[in-house]
């Protein structure tokens, strides 16, 4: 997953950006995301831009484990659309329609998923796969 990071990095964020990822505990992530976000709970993503061209992702497993089964996608699949994702609000991106195409662009891209089929989730405040329906 490392080379499709780093390529993925590049093709969104560009080759000169500065780009770490951190993994982290649901703990650790719950305790950053009420000290950055105010929310008191541990969340699968956040983005720290740290400069114009230098960013940290800080991602939580436990928590993208659980959601990524929850919406019929593998751990891989799920962590890349959330790197994708994370990579997106470093460039400025907010949650809306336009980051949505492009979410769905370079996951296309980079995982072959096709995203058209999504639901709304007000809890997340956004748009996430629908889950997939149990044969």
Same mark, same amino acid.
């Given at each position: 997953?490392e080379?499709?990071? /780093?390529?993925?990095? %590049?093709?969104i964020? #560009? ?6 990822? /951190?993994?982290v505990? $649901?703990?650790?992530?719950r !305790?950053?995301?009420?000290? +950055?976000?105010?929310k008191?709970?541990a969340?699968?993503?956040? /983005?720290f $831009? ?5 960013? !940290?992702?800080?991602?939580? $497993? &436990?928590?993208? *484990?659980?959601?990524? *089964?929850n ?14 994702? #994370?990579?997106?609000?470093? *460039? #400025? &991106? ?7 195409? !492009? !979410?769905e662009?370079?996951?296309?891209? +980079?995982?072959?998923?096709?995203? =058209?089929?999504?639901? =709304? %989730? $007000?809890?997340?405040? #956004?748009?996430?796969?629908k889950?997939r329906?149990?044969?």
């Amino acid at each position: 997953m490392e080379k499709k990071f /780093a390529r993925m990095k %590049n093709d969104i964020l #560009g080759k000169n950006y500065s780009l770490s990822i /951190a993994y982290v505990t $649901p703990a650790k992530s719950r !305790e950053l995301n009420k000290k +950055y976000r105010k929310k008191d709970k541990a969340t699968n993503v956040l /983005a720290f $831009p740290l400069r114009k061209d230098m960013g !940290e992702l800080v991602l939580c $497993p &436990g928590v993208i *484990k659980k959601e990524a *089964k929850n919406f019929g996608r593998t751990f891989e699949q799920f962590l890349g659309f959330l790197v994708i994702h #994370g990579m997106l609000h470093l *460039k #400025g &991106g907010q949650h809306s329609s336009k980051m949505e195409r !492009e !979410e769905e662009k370079y996951d296309k891209k +980079y995982f072959s998923r096709d995203r =058209r089929r999504v639901i =709304r %989730n $007000p809890r997340r405040g #956004g748009r996430i796969p629908k889950r997939r329906n149990e044969s």
